[in-house]
């Protein structure tokens, strides 16, 4: 098993351009999440999804969206990209976050200058 | 909401020395607690973890124990080695919510 994929693993994106971020797990995960992580920071949830098709925000929701169709992928798009958005965002996922822990991906780096 | 607390933010020990990280939760419904590390440059990887049915568990030189009266719970790692350089989180979750709420962090320095 391959766990929690991320791709790109770095980017470097101008003010204002787009991108979707991917993340897909091949463990069957109803659960996912994606994280960013600022320089010498914590964790910041941004968006999750408790299943296909069901999707909520976290505590820094604002300039993304995420959709969820398939179990596999949970996709995070940047559609305005701000200088503010530069971090390093971790996709993961949990078969149950009560009593299973989340695994989480490498990470994409992402720079906006 | 749930809120975890995690102290200290930094941690310098000699190298063979234990250490001891600790976190309080808010929520008398958690459950569940985690620990990741996160050496530099990486994804967090769990470490252990513990259900809120034990007090204690121990997987060779890092323990976690769990006081749910005081709704604390502390990692405790024995004869530290440089290697166990890196920065800890603390996690905790319940059964009525989708999420772990994370502490903010302890920078761990094993100096040799």
């Known amino acids: 098993n391959a766990g929690v994929t991320q791709t790109p693993k770095f980017r470097i994106l101008k003010i204002g351009q787009s991108m979707t971020l991917q993340c897909t797990q091949d463990?069957?995960?109803?659960?996912m999440y994606w994280y960013r992580q600022d320089p010498g920071m914590g964790l910041k949830l941004i968006y999750y999804?408790?299943?296909?098709?069901?999707?909520d925000k976290g505590e820094v929701p604002n300039g993304y969206n995420v959709s969820r169709s398939t179990t596999e992928d949970f996709p995070l798009r940047l559609e305005l990209a701000a200088p503010s958005q530069t971090s390093v965002y971790f996709c993961?996922?949990?078969?149950?976050?009560?009593?299973?822990?989340?695994?989480f991906g490498d990470g994409t780096r992402l720079s906006i200058l | 909401g749930e809120n975890v607390e995690q102290h200290p933010s930094t941690l310098s020990v000699q190298e063979g020395d234990s250490a001891v990280i600790k976190c309080t939760y808010s929520?008398?419904?958690?459950?569940?607690f985690p620990w990741y590390k996160q050496e530099l440059g990486k994804r967090p990887q769990l470490i252990i973890d513990?259900?809120?049915?034990?007090g204690e568990k121990k997987d060779q030189r890092i323990a976690v124990t769990l006081n749910k009266t005081a709704k604390h719970f502390s990692l405790h790692i024995t004869e530290t080695q440089p290697e166990d350089s890196a920065v800890y989180f603390c996690a905790a979750s319940s059964y009525n919510t989708d999420k772990l709420i994370f502490g903010t962090g302890t920078r761990l320095q094993v100096f040799p």
């Open positions: 513990i259900r809120s049915n034990v």
């Open positions: 993961a996922s949990t078969d149950n976050p009560s009593i299973q822990p989340q695994h």
């Open positions: 463990m069957n995960h109803n659960y």
């Open positions: 999804s408790v299943g296909a098709g069901i999707t």
């Open positions: 929520d008398s419904a958690s459950n569940y």
